[in-house]
């Protein structure tokens, strides 16, 4: 069953001269129980196609059902099914962690004790106890994006909307945050993703898709993504070779004071000894997702328009 279907869904936005597209005819259609991340650079449009898909926006053209209810025509309908959280969330100044997540679920019409055992439960999953009684204002940017989360997924709400979830967070953070996003699609809802942490996107979802310039480029798995480069290997050089060296065995591009080199497993051996003979220190390995990306869009994920 089709959790989320997008038909034709286009969004203007009014400009000087003529207006600017930020959806132009995408079609998207994401099945029910799965985690789907949306990959695509700042203004790509992922997160006008998540505030259309969650009623907090209107689209210009063509429509979008969420468990078959019309989102723009229904949004009464939609809304108990969905929980967000948006990119540009904040908590509120004089609460803690366990105040937002109690309160945010007894507005959403949860009974008193449940919303107690719940708002527990997501405190020790989420790793907040030893601040979960603490202002908001006296929280890190970490430790307040975690809340915003925390309130979200303990809604266990059938259809998650995780705009960037885990902006800010440390490494350590962000994988507990992983566990209880699975541990929510395990349980049965479905999850739209975005995230500019391309690892995040490979560990989490089952089927991406790469947006450009309000264009779907892409959809499939992160390792087909990959595949689509014709290049198995990642060279990484650092003092001793030139751009002009590397050029004919690969794509070229620099990463602070190294050379990195996407090639292929036969020209390993001969950039071997190239690197031994020129003093460089080289290191092998597959190719990133990031780079599948690059190669797709032709910029970083993090240029603007």
């Known amino acids: 069953m089709e959790a989320l279907s997008a038909v034709h869904l286009s969004k203007d936005y009014p400009a000087r001269g003529r207006p600017v597209r930020a959806l132009d005819e995408v079609d998207l259609a994401l099945e ?24 907090l926006l209107l689209p ?38 366990r105040e937002h997540i109690r309160e945010y679920l007894l507005v959403r019409g949860a009974a008193s004790e449940s919303a107690r055992d719940r708002t527990e439960q997501m405190v020790a999953a989420m790793g907040l106890g030893p601040y979960a009684d603490e202002p908001s204002y006296r929280l890190s940017g970490g430790l307040q994006q975690r809340t915003l989360v925390a309130m979200i997924l303990a809604t266990r709400a059938p ?105 292929t497993r036969a020209a390993v051996r001969g950039l071997t000894e190239l690197a031994l003979e020129r003093g460089s220190e080289m290191t092998v390995g597959p190719v990133t997702l990031e780079e599948a990306f690059l190669e797709l869009v032709g910029r970083g994920i993090e240029e603007g328009t």
């Open 159 to 263: 259809f998650l909307f995780l705009d960037e979830p885990t902006l800010g967070m440390d490494p350590f953070a962000r994988r507990q945050v992983w566990e209880v996003i699975r541990e929510a699609v395990r349980a049965g809802s479905t999850v739209l993703l975005t995230t500019h942490y391309l690892d995040e996107a490979e560990q989490l979802s089952e089927e991406l898709a790469v947006i450009e310039g309000g264009h779907v480029l892409y959809r499939g798995t992160a390792e087909a993504l990959r595949s689509t480069l014709h290049r198995e290997v990642r060279l990484q050089f650092t003092g001793g070779v030139t751009r002009d060296d590397l050029a004919p065995h690969g794509r070229v591009y620099a990463d602070r004071d190294r050379l990195v080199l996407l090639t």
């Open 32 to 55: 029910k129980g799965r985690l789907f991340a949306f990959l695509g650079r700042n203004g790509a449009g992922k997160t006008t196609f998540i505030k259309i898909a969650a009623t």
């Open 60 to 97: 210009t053209a063509g429509s979008v059902t969420l468990f078959g209810h019309d989102v723009v025509r229904e949004p009464a309908k939609v809304r108990p099914d969905l929980a967000i959280v948006p990119q540009e969330g904040r908590p509120f100044f004089h609460l803690t962690p």
